[in-house]
C-alpha cells in the first residue's frame, strides 16, 4: 500500500516569504489500485507526485510504499516525453532498465505491442507526438514498475491519439498490477481511467473528496456512463473542479460523502 501523510510542503518565494503548496494532505492507494488527482491549477498535483516519487524530499511528512520508503521500481511519465534526442526509440526505452539483462527483450515486446517494431533504431526527432509519448509509456513500464506516477501524460493530444493511449496504459496496468498515481486536470479522463478520484482543494492542496468510480472496464472518457457520472457528480458538487465540495467547502469526503472530520 502506498501511504501519503504530508502536513506541510512550502516553496521559498520572493521577499523571504515561503508558499505552502501542500497542508493536511492524507492519501492511501492500495496495492495495484489505479487512482486519479484532480484538482484546480496551482494546487500542488505535480508537487504531490515529486514528493511521493522522492525527487523532492524537502518536506514535513511520510511517504511509504509497502511500509517503507519508495526506492527502487517507481516508473515516471510527465506532461513531456522528455526522450534523449541522441538515443534511439530502444536504447530511450533501456534508459531506466539498469543492468536488467531481461530489459532488452522486454523493452521489444513492449514496443512491437505499441506498434513502434519498425521505429526501434529511429530518433526522436523522427516521430510524431503520439509515437512519441508511445515510447515514454513503453519507457515508463520496461521495469514493470510497483509504483507508476503520471503528470497529465496525454494533456496535449488530439483525442483518437490520446484514448489509444489511455487503452494502452490500461492493458499495461492490467497485465503487470502497478500501483498508479495519474495526475489530470480531465475529470472525464480520471473517471474513464481510474478505480477511485481523489480531488484535492485550491493551495494548499489537500484531499477533499475521494470518489470509487464503480464503472466496468474498458470505458473511454466520451462513454455515456462516464458523461452520466460526471454530470452527476458535478450536479452534487458543482464547485468540485475548484477545489470546493458541499455547502461548506470544508472537511473530507469520501465515497461521495463528506466526513465530520
Not at 100 to 106: F, H, L, Q, V
Not at 205 to 234: F, K, M, S
Amino acid at each position: 500500500m502506498l501511504d501519503i501523510d504530508i502536513a506541510r510542503k512550502r516553496y521559498p518565494d520572493r521577499g523571504g516569504r515561503s508558499h505552502l503548496a501542500l497542508a493536511g494532505l492524507r492519501l492511501q492507494v492500495q496495492a495495484g489500485e489505479f487512482v486519479c488527482v484532480v484538482g484546480p491549477s496551482g494546487c500542488g498535483k505535480s508537487t504531490l507526485l515529486n514528493v511521493v516519487g522522492g525527487l523532492d524530499r524537502d518536506v514535513e511528512g511520510r511517504v511509504t510504499l509497502g511500509g517503507r520508503p519508495p526506492a527502487a521500481g517507481i516508473g515516471f511519465m510527465f506532461q513531456e516525453p522528455r526522450l534523449m534526442p541522441w538515443l534511439t526509440v530502444l536504447e530511450n526505452v533501456l534508459l531506466v532498465a539498469g543492468d536488467d539483462p531481461a530489459a532488452p527483450a522486454r523493452a521489444r515486446e513492449l514496443l512491437q505491442a505499441m506498434e513502434l517494431g519498425d521505429v526501434l533504431d529511429a530518433y526522436p526527432g523522427r516521430l510524431s507526438g503520439g509515437m512519441q509519448r508511445r515510447v515514454a509509456l513503453a519507457r515508463a513500464f520496461v521495469i514493470e514498475p510497483g509504483l507508476l506516477l503520471m503528470d497529465e501524460p496525454f494533456v496535449s493530444l488530439d483525442a483518437p491519439t490520446a484514448d489509444r493511449l489511455r487503452t494502452m496504459l490500461v492493458g499495461l496496468w492490467q497485465r503487470c498490477r502497478s500501483t498508479v498515481l495519474f495526475v489530470t486536470h480531465d475529470l472525464r479522463e480520471a473517471l474513464a481511467l481510474g478505480d477511485r478520484v481523489c480531488f484535492l482543494s485550491g493551495a494548499p492542496g489537500r484531499v477533499v473528496l475521494e470518489w470509487t468510480v464503480g464503472l466496468g472496464r474498458p470505458r473511454l472518457p466520451n462513454d455515456a456512463a462516464v458523461l452520466e457520472l460526471q454530470h452527476d457528480l458535478l450536479a452534487r458538487h458543482p464547485e468540485l473542479l475548484a477545489g470546493l465540495v458541499g455547502p461548506t467547502a470544508s472537511g473530507q469526503g469520501r465515497e461521495g460523502e463528506m466526513s465530520d472530520a
